[in-house]
């Protein structure tokens, strides 16, 4: 059974290790997969229906997508033509805009800081409706890049006159800062957790120098990310939340295409290798 996996050409070449265990391990499991990058690829459509090419060739008679590159319309023109694609359209559309996932959770009733999105070209700096320090994110940004903490209008004014973007998103602080909780999930299921924090940044990022620590989930923080499950079918995802002043969880945000380095150097758990199982189950069931 023959499959893509699509990564961006500059994560391609951070993840040329991962990239080549989930070959290594498809193959294990009857999987052909090609690994190629979305610089390399075009799509379009034509009377005779939709098309993607790599290299100059159409792609033909592949059943699945491994889709790493954050795009959703990429995850889109796959399954329209009828490829089951991991992870889906849906979740990384959902997953990859932070105001279309704070959307989506707080319409389950997840507990979020206050958040609105905000944009330069109309509305005024005057109009931010909770007091500095605040963070202010893009909202495609991952991986704790193009986050920011403004701690009054001079610097917020600054960051927007030096970054153009036509919106950003803009967040309380929350009173206990420096610390969240990730939770790993693949095939829908919760396959570790973990702690991380920082004392120097109020970004918690393990890539960005934070620590990190086994994390044991609460039956009730469980069932946060079981909730969220119910209503969003995960293949392979990680779901972010602070921790407030309290210990109670926070949503932050649900991260596609996610890395698991940290997982691995703390508890062993090889998510290729789960990641693999679980894209054969779906095949075989489908």
């Given at each position: 059974?023959?499959?893509?996996l ?6 391609y070449e951070k ?7 989930l070959?290594d ?12 990058c979305?610089?390399d ?7 005779a229906?939709l098309?993607?090419m790599v290299?100059e060739?159409?792609?033909?008679a ?8 954050r795009?959703?319309?990429l995850?889109k023109?796959f ?5 089951r ?6 979740v990384?559309?959902?997953a990859?805009?932070?105001g ?8 389950l009733?997840?507990k979020?800081?206050?958040?609105m999105?905000?944009y330069p070209?109309?509305m ?6 909770f007091d500095y320090p605040f963070v202010v994110?893009s909202?495609?940004?991952h991986g704790?890049?193009?986050v920011?903490k403004v ?5 917020f ?6 970054c153009?973007k036509?919106e950003w998103?803009?967040?309380e602080l929350c009173?206990?800062v420096?610390?969240d909780?990730?939770?790993?999930v693949?095939?829908n299921?919760i396959?570790?957790a973990i ?6 940044d ?7 120098g934070?620590?990190?620590e ?7 923080q469980?069932?946060?990310?079981r909730n969220?499950?119910?209503?969003l079918k ?5 779901v972010d939340f602070?921790i407030?002043e309290?210990?109670e ?13 940290s ?6 758990v090889?998510t290729a290798?789960?990641y693999i199982?679980?894209?054969?189950k779906?095949?075989?069931m489908s």
């Amino acid at each position: 059974m023959k499959g893509l996996l699509i990564y961006k050409r500059e994560d391609y070449e951070k993840n040329i290790s991962y990239a080549k265990m989930l070959v290594d391990y498809g193959k294990e499991e009857g999987l052909e997969i090609q690994c190629v990058c979305f610089e390399d690829m075009q799509m379009g459509m034509d009377q005779a229906g939709l098309w993607v090419m790599v290299e100059e060739e159409r792609v033909q008679a592949i059943a699945f997508v491994i889709n790493r590159t954050r795009e959703s319309i990429l995850g889109k023109q796959f399954e329209q033509m009828g490829i089951r694609v991991f992870n889906s359209s849906e979740v990384t559309y959902i997953a990859n805009h932070k105001g279309y996932t704070h959307q989506f959770a707080s319409g389950l009733g997840m507990k979020a800081l206050q958040t609105m999105m905000f944009y330069p070209r109309f509305m005024d700096t005057t109009s931010v409706p909770f007091d500095y320090p605040f963070v202010v994110k893009s909202p495609e940004g991952h991986g704790g890049n193009e986050v920011f903490k403004v701690e009054n209008r001079l610097q917020f004014e600054e960051l927007l006159g030096c970054c153009d973007k036509e919106e950003w998103l803009i967040q309380e602080l929350c009173k206990h800062v420096g610390e969240d909780v990730r939770v790993f999930v693949i095939g829908n299921e919760i396959v570790g957790a973990i702690r991380r924090y920082s004392k120097v940044d109020f970004r918690a990022n393990y890539c960005l120098g934070g620590q990190i620590e086994s994390y044991t989930l609460k039956v009730e923080q469980e069932e946060l990310v079981r909730n969220l499950l119910r209503h969003l079918k995960c293949d392979y995802v990680g779901v972010d939340f602070i921790i407030d002043e309290k210990g109670e969880f926070i949503f932050n945000e649900l991260e596609d295409a996610v890395g698991s380095r940290s997982l691995y150097t703390l508890q062993k758990v090889d998510t290729a290798k789960l990641y693999i199982l679980h894209i054969a189950k779906a095949l075989q069931m489908s």
